[in-house]
Each structure stands twice: as structure tokens, then as C-alpha cells.
């Protein structure tokens, strides 16, 4: 008798537009939570409550500013492959976001601040018709 192991598949991916409308940033989060439990089977275990919830924040902070700062709908994508999720958000504007020094007292501008901190690799570039920032986050976090 043969021992079948979980296949696993990857790259895993998903891609959503969105208007820009009131609730996109609930919708994009479920979407990601969505994406999250359907990883369980091709890693053999769920995604860790707490990184989970890492990765739910990254997406916030991503298409909040996507939709505070870019004029027109935009799409992200989510991704897995080789123990890490990828959230691609493309936009119209071409301002690339602005990471600031950490600064308690300062109100706002904390976002890339945050996305930075909780992941492996940001990236920003300019693209025909905006930009692509994309987020690469290590599902189990390292030591």
C-alpha cells in the first residue's frame, strides 16, 4: 500500500478589481482571509493565527492607499509560493508611497511604516498607467 502525501501546487494566486468604493478595504481583507484558509491543504496546515492577522493588516494598509491616493480602480493579487504570500496592489496614481522614520507623535503617514516592518520585501515601482507596490511576507514568521 502506498503512503499518498499532500500534493501541493504552487504558485497559488488571485486577483481582484476594485471600484474604489465604500467597503473595499472589508472586502479586499475578507478576500485575503478567503485565500488564507484555502492555503491549509497545499502547506499541510493552516496559516498561524497571529501571522495571519500580519498579513490581513499588510493588505489594509496596501489598498487603503490605493484607495486614498490613486484616482481610478485598482487590483490586487495575492499570491503563494515557497512558504511566502505575495499581495501585488496596482493603482492609477504614479506617486510611489513615501516610507517615514518611526515618529510617535507624528498623525498619519505610519502605513508603509507598518508594511515594513511586518515584511520580507516591499517593492514600488512606476508602471504604464500608475504604479505596483508589491508586499512579500515569510507565512511562518521567522526567529
Not at 493552516?46 to 490581513?56: F, K, M, S, T
Not at 485598482?74 to 508611497?97: F, H, K, N, R
Request: aromatic residues 4%; neutral net charge; contains cysteine.
Amino acid at each position: 500500500m502506498l503512503d499518498v502525501l499532500t500534493t501541493v501546487t504552487e504558485p497559488l494566486r488571485r486577483s481582484i478589481r476594485y471600484a474604489g468604493r465604500d467597503g473595499t478595504i472589508a472586502a479586499a481583507r475578507d478576500t485575503a482571509a478567503a485565500f488564507l484558509d484555502g492555503l491549509a491543504p497545499d502547506r499541510a496546515a493552516p496559516v498561524p493565527g497571529e501571522r495571519a492577522e500580519e498579513i490581513l493588516l499588510v493588505v489594509s494598509e496596501l489598498v487603503t492607499n490605493a484607495g486614498r491616493y490613486a484616482p481610478g480602480p485598482y487590483v490586487m493579487e495575492l499570491g503563494y509560493c515557497g512558504g511566502a504570500v505575495e499581495i501585488t496592489v496596482w493603482d492609477t496614481s504614479s506617486q510611489l508611497p513615501r516610507r517615514f522614520e518611526p515618529d510617535p507623535l507624528r498623525i498619519g503617514g505610519h502605513g508603509m511604516e507598518i508594511v515594513g516592518r511586518l515584511c520580507r520585501q516591499v517593492t514600488a515601482e512606476r508602471v504604464h498607467g500608475g504604479k505596483r507596490v508589491t508586499a512579500r511576507l515569510d507565512v511562518d514568521r521567522p526567529a
